[in-house]
């Protein structure tokens, strides 16, 4: 059984990887536990997500992990389980314990951009009149999955880029086999032939170019002054 992880930033295209392999027969693929291939979706439901800015949610994310090699792996027909999620990269360390077998994909994106669509997701723009992310914890603010506001991260803006930089760092410390993919890369065939042979996957991803997230804004938001600062400050991991 092939097992793959993508991992990131969170606003990196980790939609994008983890549908695509959607295309290939065999393959059980979900993004942020979840299949947008009906028929997966329907027998599988979904999958709990894991928190990824709580230091009390080990035992939590540990039993979302084992919930998914029990309900995800080794079904009649399936030769690979494929997820895509931010909230992997900062627990690799359970994945290392669950899934040994584990391939990581790490998607990497400039942090500027990360950060301004962070921002602009998060301010509403695409959540109607709900105003917080629907998975925001209580005392968390918009987003409060991917960061908390402390006696350092004073905004927004200063959050999200902490959260790009501990998500990339944190690729360098786990043991599993991973391979580092540039988000602006991957509407090239030849990097989707890259991946295949790293996942170790046959198959072919028929339409490299493929957009999967509708709510996606159809204009390039300018980055702020703040999130230029705060990127400039905390970003400082390069591949």
């Given at each position: 059984m092939?097992?793959?992880?993508?991992?990131?930033?969170?606003?990196?295209?980790?939609?994008?990887?983890?549908?695509?392999?959607?295309?290939?027969?065999?393959?059980?693929?979900?993004?942020?536990?979840?299949?947008?291939?009906?028929?997966?979706h329907?027998?599988?439901?979904?999958?709990?997500?894991l928190?990824?800015?709580?230091?009390?949610?080990?035992?939590?994310?540990?039993?979302?992990?084992?919930?998914?090699?029990?309900?995800?792996?080794?079904?009649?027909?399936?030769?690979?389980?494929?997820?895509?999620?931010?909230y992997?990269?900062?627990?690799?360390?359970?994945?290392?314990?669950?899934f040994?077998?584990?391939?990581?994909?790490?998607?990497y994106?400039?942090?500027?951009?990360?950060?301004?669509?962070?921002?602009?997701?998060?301010?509403?723009?695409?959540?109607?009149?709900?105003?917080?992310?629907?998975?925001?914890?209580?005392?968390?603010?918009?987003?409060?999955?991917?960061?908390?506001?402390?006696?350092?991260?004073?905004?927004?803006?200063?959050?999200?880029?902490?959260?790009?930089?501990?998500?990339?760092?944190?690729?360098?410390?786990?043991?599993?086999?991973?391979?580092l993919v540039?988000?602006?890369?991957?509407?090239?065939?030849?990097?989707?032939?890259?991946?295949?042979?790293?996942?170790?996957?046959?198959?072919?991803?028929?339409?490299?170019?493929?957009?999967?997230?509708?709510?996606?804004?159809?204009?390039?938001?300018?980055?702020?002054?703040?999130?230029?600062?705060?990127?400039?400050?905390?970003?400082?991991w390069?591949?």
């Amino acid at each position: 059984m092939i097992v793959v992880l993508a991992s990131g930033s969170g606003r990196c295209a980790t939609q994008t990887m983890g549908t695509q392999f959607g295309n290939i027969k065999g393959v059980l693929n979900f993004h942020e536990g979840r299949s947008l291939w009906q028929t997966v979706h329907k027998r599988y439901g979904i999958a709990p997500n894991l928190s990824c800015g709580n230091p009390d949610a080990r035992d939590y994310n540990l039993a979302a992990l084992r919930k998914r090699r029990n309900k995800f792996m080794g079904n009649p027909g399936q030769f690979a389980y494929v997820e895509s999620a931010h909230y992997f990269a900062l627990n690799l360390d359970l994945v290392e314990l669950v899934f040994p077998e584990a391939r990581i994909i790490h998607l990497y994106r400039d942090p500027v951009e990360v950060v301004t669509s962070y921002l602009f997701h998060a301010g509403g723009h695409i959540y109607g009149d709900r105003g917080k992310h629907p998975r925001a914890a209580h005392g968390w603010d918009n987003w409060g999955d991917c960061y908390r506001l402390d006696d350092h991260i004073k905004s927004r803006a200063e959050g999200f880029a902490q959260y790009w930089q501990d998500t990339n760092v944190a690729l360098s410390k786990t043991a599993l086999p991973r391979l580092l993919v540039q988000t602006n890369e991957l509407q090239s065939a030849k990097t989707w032939a890259m991946v295949l042979e790293f996942t170790g996957i046959e198959g072919e991803i028929p339409s490299p170019k493929s957009k999967f997230n509708a709510r996606s804004p159809k204009h390039k938001t300018q980055p702020t002054h703040e999130t230029l600062r705060a990127c400039e400050q905390i970003c400082t991991w390069r591949p």
